[in-house]
């Protein structure tokens, strides 16, 4: 079974990983390409400048960025990109903020998981109804 991990890209490369993915818009601080490893970088998952800039990491502003940035990501076709890309594999996706538990990739990993609950069948009835 799959399964989707997130973890801070400074820390040390694991065969546990799976596909490493990073999700950040700008490139990390630090960290060669060479050393990092990744598999794919998807930066166009991120949060949008506006949004990013707005939320500057602040654990008060948390709540709301999580809701603007699932907004974002609904209408965001990437996410069905690196849906795809994950596939039925583990993967690793890499990020790197100071904070563990707030931050995007901890929203994405989430939202990630909850659209991959949706199977095909259930997307069909749904349609289905939808269009009588």
Known sequence: MSM???????????????????????WPRGVRKDVASLDLWCKEVAP????????????????????????????????STLLTFIGEHRATLLYA???TKVNHAVVLADFL????????????????????
């Open 4 to 26: 989707i991990l997130i973890k801070r890209i400074y820390e040390s490369v694991s065969a546990q990983d799976g596909k490493r993915i990073l999700v950040d818009r700008l």
């Open 48 to 79: 949008t400048p506006p949004l990013r800039v707005w939320f500057d990491h602040r654990a008060d502003r948390f709540h709301e960025f999580k809701e603007r940035y699932k907004d974002e990501l609904r209408t965001n076709s990437a996410v």
């Open 97 to 99: 903020a100071h904070d």
């Open 113 to 132: 998981a909850r659209a991959r609950e949706i199977t095909p069948m259930t997307t069909k009835l749904v349609s289905k109804h939808t269009s009588s």
